[in-house]
């Protein structure tokens, strides 16, 4: 058996129901690994940073949907403030 490679992001890596979400969707993990580091950085952040569960897993059918429909990046996010510090005033005080 051979582990599917996913690529990753610049400070992110792959969550665990993302990697189960592109390992479930053939096409769409072929359209992740094309994208450039950064972009990939920039959905797992907008994926990772939501707090409750059910807003992330609409974010994972989001990002599945959008991949398809030839997005490189999530809309409107104003970028990853692990990466970005000037990105993070849009997300409060962080911990």
Do not use: Q, Y
């Not at 990772?48 to 398809?68: F, N, S, Y």
């Amino acid at each position: 058996m051979t582990k599917t490679l996913i690529s990753t992001g610049v400070v992110h890596t792959v969550p665990k129901d993302l990697r189960v979400v592109l390992e479930k969707n053939a096409d769409v993990l072929e359209l992740w690994n094309k994208l450039t580091p950064l972009a990939r950085n920039e959905w797992i952040c907008w994926v990772t940073i939501v707090k409750k569960a059910e807003t992330r897993a609409e974010h994972l059918v989001r990002l599945t949907e959008e991949l398809r429909d030839g997005k490189r990046r999530p809309c409107c996010w104003p970028g990853c403030p692990h990466r970005r510090p000037n990105a993070a005033k849009w997300f409060g005080k962080k911990k």
